[in-house]
DNA sequence: TATACTAGTATACAATAGTATAGTAGTTAC
DNA sequence: GTAACTACTATACTATTGTATACTAGTATA
């Protein structure tokens, strides 16, 4: 398996490779990490309204998570001095290009779908 | 955020989407899963010798993982009458097609370090 | 008879991930 | 004064995931 990066042709099992793939999969790995970034993709949010958001999540969940997605460049976290104190997370421009991701992901699921049904 | 999928604009939102990128998740997620996916892209290997090439995985980990990944139509698995018998695990056209997924991971994953990096 | 090969399974445990529930601190409206 | 808003944190628990170690069954070789 090889793939071509920056007219490259890298193989799958080239320690750069690995570096990247697992850093992508850090960022979408777990229950809560996707739907956090599908709410922000519509602009930024507050803590609460991204509780509100998110059905079911807890705040520890929350929390938990973005601060692993802010150590992680995927989110800024902003503090206004307003009272009470509010608190806007954000995609970096990393972050949204996280998009080719899931896109090459819909891509792949949606046509392993059909075949999947296809054959049953 | 919105993706094309087949000349359609599909809302990150939609039913389809999220399946679709849940699948994909459920074939790349968890620890050995890509190690066997990249292992398998060189062709057949036999149960030993995915064993042996993916170092400290046991063979418990590796004989659930295949099954799922079986159940998923991602590997096909297959029995040879020969003594002692031997089994075959190949990636189906879908698991091969994985390949793309991991392109944009990588993609990505490269692109995100540069910018981490250059941030720090 | 003992050893090694094939492809796994069984049992018990440790580590990680996620949940449930309640509480904190500071300010503001009723 | 009490309730409600903000953004969280603390504690204790359950569930899922992965590990360690030993074992099975059938056949072939020394």
Redesign the pocket.
């Known amino acids: 398996m090889e793939t071509l990066v920056e007219n490259q042709k890298v193989h799958i099992c080239s320690g750069e490779f690995v570096i990247a793939v697992r850093e992508a999969m850090n960022v979408i ?4 990490k996707l739907p956090i970034i599908g709410s922000l993709c519509y602009g930024k949010k ?4 991204l ?1 509100r958001d998110i059905s ?12 692993e997605l802010e150590l992680n460049s995927i989110v800024k ?1 902003t ?1 206004h001095d307003t ?7 954000e995609l970096t421009p990393s972050g949204k290009k996280i998009k080719n991701v899931l896109d090459a992901m819909v891509k792949w699921g949606l046509e392993h779908r059909e075949v999947v049904m296809v054959e049953e």
């Open positions: 790995s777990g229950k809560w507050r803590f609460k309204e509780e079911k999540i807890t705040p520890r969940m929350l929390s938990k998570e973005l601060k976290r503090v009272t009470p104190v509010t608190v806007e997370y």
